[in-house]
């Protein structure tokens, strides 16, 4: 039997006091709130049978699902956090910028700007789409019941539910439903015939640290 429930989770808040956007930089580690709010929601599904949990190879990310194998550690037999690198935020080509700064000092650099629903900035959210659905099928496929967890990033995190709930995958950076630390909740249901979703639906939202997002700094939307 394949994996219940797979439960996506973003990474806490990044310790960033120049705002840039970092993208896939090494070494941008989370802030002490960050690892609150990464404790936060590990202890939100507490007593739930994860079986299993997946990171993005990035730094923020790893930190991210330490408290989720340090209260899941019993569930997981003994194995530590698995790597998937299709969990991975996208590239783009304003990373290590403040972006705002860096339009200031060169306009020329807004040519980047001009197609967001490809977008031209970066990798194709259909590409990110791909990619993510297929670490979430290998997931759910991977281990014999239970649930599990797999921890990324914001965009990545928000094609997966545009892609299961049939909406079109380029919206407004600023309206993505994907906080800190948020947990976005799947289920396999071959009975749904979604384009690109491979039977999988969306059951659950939830925001296990919203009481720290009102004091966050950084947001980290790309």
Request: charged share 25%.
């Amino acid at each position: 039997m394949p994996a219940d429930l797979i439960h996506l989770v973003r990474h806490g808040e990044v310790f960033n006091p120049d705002g840039v956007l970092y993208g896939r930089l090494p070494e941008f580690h989370l802030s002490e709130r960050g690892r609150r709010m990464a404790q936060l929601a590990a202890s939100s599904l507490a007593g739930r049978p994860i079986v299993a949990v997946t990171a993005s190879p990035l730094t923020r990310t790893r930190e991210s699902a330490e408290p989720w194998i340090d209260r899941f550690r019993d569930g997981l037999g003994g194995e530590g956090l698995r790597i998937d690198e299709r969990l991975i935020e996208p590239a783009n080509r304003f990373e290590g910028l403040n972006i705002r700064a860096a339009l200031k000092r060169d306009p020329f650099l807004a040519r980047h700007l001009l197609n967001p629903w490809r977008p031209s900035w970066g990798e194709p959210f259909a590409s990110i789409a791909a990619r993510m659905m297929a670490a979430v099928a290998d997931a759910h496929a991977g281990v014999e019941g239970g649930e599990v967890v797999l921890v990324s990033h914001q965009l990545p995190i928000w094609m997966v539910a545009r892609t299961a709930q049939g909406k079109p995958l380029a919206t407004d950076p600023r309206r993505r439903r994907c906080s800190l630390s948020s947990i976005t909740t799947l289920a396999h249901d071959p009975a749904v015939a979604v384009p690109g979703a491979a039977g999988f639906v969306e059951v659950d939202y939830q925001e296990p640290a919203a009481e720290l997002l009102a004091e966050a700094i950084d947001l980290g939307a790309v």
